[in-house]
């Protein structure tokens, strides 16, 4: 069993920067972060592989960056120049298998999420 925690969340100025940290116990294979604003779906953000292959979803590429430390087996969330629209609650998901992926199906293990919010 994976059990995924996040911290880093917070209140932020439209342009400013986060990290966000996911501390996973247990072992993992790609890693993803999701994220879900008030009245919305949730929906893809990154994914991080363990062969190191990363995929992001068009509206962040570029200002948000996903990385793995092995020897902590924790994954960040780089996040910059955040806009309002980058508000909601921010997931952590584990997958059980290799690969990437963009669908929430696809992940087996979820933390409880943080809160992000950026004001204008």
């Known amino acids: 069993q994976v059990q995924l925690v996040e911290s880093g969340g917070g209140l932020v100025q439209a342009g400013g920067s986060l990290r966000l940290s996911c501390a996973a116990s247990?072992?993992?294979?790609?890693m993803g972060w999701f994220r879900q604003a008030p009245g919305k779906e949730r929906e893809f953000v990154a994914v991080?592989?363990?062969?190191?292959?990363?995929t992001y979803a068009d509206s962040v590429k570029g200002r948000f960056t996903i990385s793995r430390d092995n020897a902590t087996n924790t994954v960040y969330l780089q996040m910059h120049s955040l806009k309002p629209e980058d508000t909601g609650v921010y997931y952590c998901?584990?997958?059980?298998?290799?690969?990437?992926?963009?669908?929430?199906?696809?992940?087996?293990?979820w933390g409880q999420g943080t809160q992000v919010t950026v004001s204008s």
């Open positions: 998901a584990a997958r059980k298998t290799y690969g990437r992926s963009w669908s929430l199906s696809d992940y087996s293990y």
């Open positions: 247990g072992r993992t294979f790609s």
């Open positions: 991080l592989t363990s062969g190191g292959v990363t």
